[in-house]
């Protein structure tokens, strides 16, 4: 599946991983996307880093 993800052009070395945090129960208020991590009580983006 790996293989076939990256055959279709996916850059990410293990997307599948990144599809399971879609629906991590534990996590209610934050959901990750291709855009990033989104806060979705406030429809904000939240930075994985703090200020630099």
């Known amino acids: 599946m790996r293989a076939a ?3 279709l ?4 070395e ?3 991983m ?3 945090f879609l629906a991590l129960p534990v996590i209610p208020a934050l959901k ?3 855009q990033g991590l989104v ?3 406030r429809f904000e983006m939240v930075p994985l ?3 630099s």
């Open 5 to 7: 993800a990256q055959d």
């Open 9 to 12: 052009g996916c850059p990410l």
């Open 14 to 16: 293990t997307p599948f």
């Open 18 to 20: 990144a599809l399971s």
């Open 32 to 34: 990750l996307t291709d």
């Open 39 to 41: 806060d979705v009580d």
């Open 49 to 51: 880093f703090g200020a």
